[in-house]
């Protein structure tokens, strides 16, 4: 392999990446190296050998994120084999300076496992990290830490490669706001270097003295939760410079100063204006006040206190416009009561924000180009799913499996609704072994597509045929049509099968809408949403919330970016995984699954209620097979759900469906080599999995009745089942099989809780009665204890990660500790090691 000459301002850049995110991080960090006077090569980890070695760098940067039960991506398996040999030298990598910023969600017990092990590997292999590594937390927001991460990341890297510190040269526009009659521009706004970006002297930002100038200082609060908050139009604006002005202050504070001090009477971005002020280097005093229609009042009465409940109720979803045009200049009072009370919202912004300079993001580039083929009819139904692009976690092809059976296992009465579904998969690739995985791909919603299309003004385009290619010339570096979009295709088709309309709308993509967006206040708020200063309101009002893309657009509707633009910024649509919940040996090429039906309410600044994209779409698809009513489908749901092609030309088949007709799902079996039953029969197998977490476990107890049917001499070890539920008459799922496995003497132990009924009576230990499975499992700690330490367990999690697992894992070390009668770091040691032997396993989920 030729290697590249040595150069003293070159970066290898390399990341693993399962779901797109760090490839995502690694592109952006591609993009803005060569403004920072750096030349960076980029490649995926399956390359290594191919495209690059890491023996024969120097300087090397990692983006590595965590899948699985903290394993390494699909796409970085070969590196981590092969830099785990136990024969490499401990100087084998000694020539090598790294940085490392590894991606993943504290939910997962083994939390950035795999960037962890990577940098423990690559020190212990000789080589040196030149800028410290940083975790960041998909549970939290990855930006809070990736953001300052990159930031000074560039400074690093340049006197890692012995080049001169950055001078104020490398620098971003400082933009003007549009201003309106009485709406002024309050704050500069500075843009990050980025390729179309217009070089000025020096990077620009006031700061209100109390503004995070660090991403990761922000990192479990916000400022529109803490009392102190209220606060902000009396505080001191200060004027700093930016760090890359260090040098050169007197020339960053005059331009500060020349482009930021001014008396203003500003317009707070719902249009209302609130405070006359004079924002510079000194002071910042709110003064005045004016008022609103009653129309506006109203709202802004309603968001008093906590705008995020208000917003809840579904009364917060805010037209910019409507607020502009509606407000007037008559009654102060009421604007001063509201100007004391009133927080920022999703479209509302606030002092200091409101009033700030910006730092904002690079503008993304655009690099893809769309051509219509009017004259072209597509058949879409032909088209390979998602462009033919490999799925993640794949063991094997997407197969059509058919549907055969659908079975609420809820009463009507549960909080949620569970649905067991059959597939069958005969006469295809697909076979299982209880407590495998599978992925469903699944479609987006409709009607949701159906008003993205309506929001985008693309009615008249969306099932024209179009071929895309990336832009001659396009400045955005390693270019790409995205491998998820087939070479033709159409809108609708895109935007329903290949991608993930749903996605929370990143920093980087609020920034591409700026461009897009007409009216000057709500540009403004979008801007100040993906700032640098933004970060507590992005957090509150577009990640913790969930948003959509449609959620945006609803609320700032003078946004209408390009397709195109989607096409760059919309990752890839993710099949969505379930376990398995049968054995192949009970229901040979059949399998079962079981799911509840998510629901999502409108409110706190989402524009309409859905269900999940996968579970929504199951239940749809299945309602006629669940109720056995047909004669419903053609006015019911069924009409505007059914996805054509793939997904069942079911379209043409409304009104004449038949139990004989076949519903096909597209199928993936997810490689999983660990949540397993144990080879050898006799070993004891621990089980906690409530809700529908039960899944493998029905599967497994299957297997082991017929296992113990077809070896009748085999010595079976004891099972236990921690189960839990909220009522045992409306939502206990398996009941029956279970309590029938309990009988037959398969499953030696059902311990079951219902979180939400009157305990029936004090535990014998005079503990409180258990309410969730780990309070089972601290009751009966003493056998669990024994099983595990004594004689070789397996102990199975399955269901929640957010909040189960992890108390489980807390009592479980509890038990550990009691039993061995150990510190509690021995307990926490003991329990790494089950893990490393496999003998505590998890499949859990966020
Ligand atoms: C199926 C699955 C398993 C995961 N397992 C872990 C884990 O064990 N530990 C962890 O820290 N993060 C885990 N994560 C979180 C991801 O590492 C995180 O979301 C990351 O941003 C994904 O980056 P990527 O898109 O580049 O793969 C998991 C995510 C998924 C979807």
């Not at 070993?683 to 009745?705: C, D, K, N, S």
């Amino acid at each position: 392999m030729p290697m590249m000459p040595a150069q003293n301002n070159r970066l290898v850049l390399l990341y693993g990446s399962q779901t797109g995110q760090a490839k995502a991080i690694a592109e952006e960090i591609h993009d803005n190296a060569e403004k920072h006077g750096l030349r960076t090569d980029l490649f995926g980890l399956e390359l290594t050998e191919k495209k690059f070695d890491v023996t024969k760098e120097s300087c090397v940067v990692f983006v590595c994120s965590t899948t699985g039960d903290g394993e390494p991506p699909d796409n970085a398996l070969k590196f981590f084999r092969r830099l785990k040999k136990k024969t490499l030298p401990s100087d084998h990598l000694s020539h090598l300076n790294f940085a490392l910023l590894g991606l993943g969600d504290s939910n997962y017990t083994n939390f950035c496992n795999c960037p962890k092990t990577l940098d423990k590997r690559l020190q212990e292999l000789g080589a040196k990290p030149f800028y410290p590594t940083g975790y960041a937390d998909d549970a939290v927001g990855l930006e809070i830490v990736v953001d300052p991460w990159i930031e000074g990341l560039w400074t690093a890297a340049r006197k890692q490669l012995g080049l001169p510190p950055e001078s104020c040269t490398v620098a971003g526009e400082t933009v003007a706001m549009e201003t309106t009659n009485n709406t002024q521009t309050p704050g500069g706004v500075t843009d990050s270097v980025g390729p179309d970006s217009g070089e000025t002297e020096g990077k620009i930002d006031i700061k209100e003295e109390r503004t995070q100038t660090d991403g990761t200082e922000m990192s479990g609060h916000h400022d529109n939760d803490n009392p102190e908050s209220d606060k902000v139009s009396e505080k001191t604006v200060t004027v700093t410079s930016a760090k890359c002005c260090e040098d050169n202050t007197d020339n960053c504070a005059s331009l500060a100063h020349e482009n930021n001090t001014h008396s203003v009477k500003s317009k707070n971005p719902a249009g209302v204006s609130i405070t006359e002020q004079t924002v510079g280097p000194v002071t910042e005093k709110s003064t005045a006040a004016e008022s609103c229609t009653d129309a506006t009042d109203t709202e802004m009465t309603e968001k008093s206190g906590n705008n995020k409940t208000a917003e809840a109720s579904g009364t917060g979803q805010h037209n910019l416009e409507d607020h502009t045009s509606n407000s007037n200049d008559t009654d102060g009072q009421v604007v001063d009561a509201v100007k004391e009370q009133a927080g920022p919202s999703l479209t509302v912004s606030v002092p200091p924000l409101s009033d700030s300079g910006l730092t904002l993001p690079a503008k993304p580039v655009p690099y893809l180009e769309v051509e219509f083929h009017p004259e072209e009819s597509l058949c879409v139904e032909e088209l390979p799913l998602q462009g033919g692009c490999p799925f993640p976690s794949a063991a094997t092809d997407v197969v059509m499996a058919t549907v055969t059976t659908a079975t609420r296992l809820t009463r009507h009465d549960a909080v949620k609704t569970a649905l067991d579904i059959e597939l069958d998969v005969s006469n295809t690739c697909f076979k299982y072994e209880p407590g495998d995985s599978f992925g469903v791909v699944c479609p987006n919603n409709e009607t949701e597509v159906q008003d993205l299309i309506n929001r985008l003004g693309l009615t008249d385009h969306a099932d024209m045929t179009f071929s895309v290619k990336v832009v001659q010339g396009s400045k955005k570096r390693a270019a790409a049509v995205p491998a998820h979009l087939p070479a033709r295709c159409t809108i609708r088709h895109a935007l329903l099968t290949c991608l993930e309309i749903r996605a929370v709308p990143k920093k980087a993509f609020l920034r591409m809408l700026v461009e897009h967006t007409s009216d000057a206040v709500q540009k403004r708020r979008l801007q100040e949403l993906c700032s640098k200063q933004g970060t507590a309101d992005y957090a509150a009002f577009i990640r913790e919330p969930n948003l959509r893309l449609l959620d945006v657009l609803t609320a700032f509707p003078s946004c209408c970016p390009p397709f195109e633009r989607l096409l760059e910024m919309l990752p890839r649509l993710q099949p969505r995984p379930y376990s398995v919940s049968s054995s192949p040996l009970v229901h040979p090429d059949r399998l079962h699954f079981v799911f509840n039906i998510v629901h999502i309410p409108s409110g706190n600044g989402r524009a309409t209620a859905c269900t999940g994209v996968c579970t929504g779409w199951l239940d749809r698809l299945t309602r006629h097979i669940q109720t056995g009513v047909y004669g419903d489908i053609a006015e019911g749901s069924l009409t505007t759900h059914i996805q054509p092609g793939v997904y069942g030309d079911m379209a043409e088949k409304i009104g004449q469906m038949s139990l004989n007709d076949p519903l096909t799902v597209p199928i993936y079996l997810r490689t999983n080599n660990h949540f397993r039953l144990p080879s050898d029969l006799s070993a004891p197998i621990i089980m906690v999995g409530p809700g529908t977490g039960v899944a493998p476990f029905v599967g497994f107890l299957q297997h082991r009745e017929k296992q113990r049917e077809l070896s009748p001499d085999a010595v079976c070890g004891p099972s236990w089942l921690f189960y839990g539920c909220r009522h045992r008459d409306r939502d206990y799922l398996y009941r029956e099989e279970l309590e029938r496995l309990a009988a037959a003497g398969i499953l030696n132990h059902l311990v079951v809780c219902f979180s939400r009924e009157e305990p029936v009576a004090m535990e014998t230990d005079g503990a409180p009665p258990a309410r969730y499975v780990q309070d089972n499992l601290h009751h009966h700690g003493d056998e669990v204890g024994r099983m595990l330490l004594d004689e070789g367990a397996i102990l199975y999690v399955c269901g929640d990660a957010k909040n189960m697992a992890k108390d489980v894992n807390e009592v479980i070390t509890q038990i550990v500790q009691k039993y061995k009668g150990c510190t509690i770091q021995e307990a926490r040691n003991t329990i790494f090691q089950l893990r490393q032997d496999r003998h505590y396993i998890e499949d859990i989920w966020t």
